[in-house]
Antibody
Framework: EVQLVESGGGLVKPGSSLKLSCVAS????????MHWIRQAPKKGLEWIAL????????YYADSVKGRFTISRDNSKNTLYLEMNSLRSEDTAMYYC???????????WGQGVMVTVSS | DIQMTQSPASLSASLEEIVTITCQAS??????LAWYQQKPGKSPQLLIY???SLADGVPSRFSGSRSGTQYSLKISRLQVEDIGSYYC?????????FGAGTKLELK
């Protein structure tokens, strides 16, 4: 059974940093690209980052480019999202999601909440 | 970026009713379109991909169609467990973009 479990969220002040983790199981993690997608409270979904299976390519939404970094450790079956210079508009539930081919997302984690507030 | 205009924003329907949700792409995306269901308090789940293909385990009352740059999700006979929000997503080009969502409630 595919499982994706996020952690690392919390309440932080504007300008702070935070690093999210997503531990994967139930599939060959090193063979699949992975995404981060977020959802602000009562809002829709926003794709924010993609990393290829071998970390050879990384892509970001303009809203987080230069502030967020996606990475992975295939030896630990773990995906990361390092978030710097956090803003109030980054407040959201953050989901990791498995690449299903053609940039669809076939498995999602349960999400981790990040709140940026003074 | 490709814009996905989803309608309606909310929808109230009765059990066993036919429900249709649409998404209009701002440019040609071919069949690179997915639909997701998000039940209250849960993460989204893939329902349809490539505009018309049913994801594994999804009931056959769900179907997707395409007419040009307009895409539709149809629920043939609404069930209680179908209540939640629905999102379209284009996978034609980066950045992947989602529709604003449709909140489906029971009448």
């Amino acid at each position: 059974e595919v499982q994706l479990v996020e952690s690392g969220g919390g309440l932080v002040k504007p300008g702070s940093s935070l690093k999210l983790s997503c531990v994967a199981s139930g599939f060959t993690f090193s063979s699949y690209g992975m995404h981060w997608i977020r959802q602000a409270p009562k809002k829709g979904l926003e794709w924010i980052a993609l990393i290829y299976y071998d970390s050879s390519n990384k892509y970001y939404a303009d809203s987080v480019k230069g502030r967020f970094t996606i990475s992975r450790d295939n030896s630990k079956n773990t995906l990361y999202l390092e978030m710097n210079s956090l803003r109030s508009e980054d407040t959201a539930m953050y989901y990791c999601a498995k690449y299903a081919g053609s940039d669809y997302f076939d498995y999602w984690g349960q999400g981790v909440m990040v709140t940026v507030s003074s | 970026d490709i814009q996905m205009t989803q309608s309606p924003a909310s929808l109230s329907a009765s059990l066993e009713e036919i429900v249709t949700i649409t998404c209009q792409a701002s440019q040609d995306i071919g069949n690179w379109l997915a639909w997701y269901q998000q039940k209250p308090g849960k993460s989204p789940q893939l329902l349809i991909y490539d505009a018309t293909s049913l994801a594994d385990g999804v009931p056959s009352r769900f179907s997707g169609s395409r007419s040009g740059t307009q895409y539709s999700l149809k629920i043939s006979r609404l069930q209680v467990e179908d209540i939640g929000s629905y999102y379209c997503q284009q996978a034609h080009s980066n950045p992947n973009t989602f529709g604003a969502g449709t909140k489906l409630e029971l009448k």
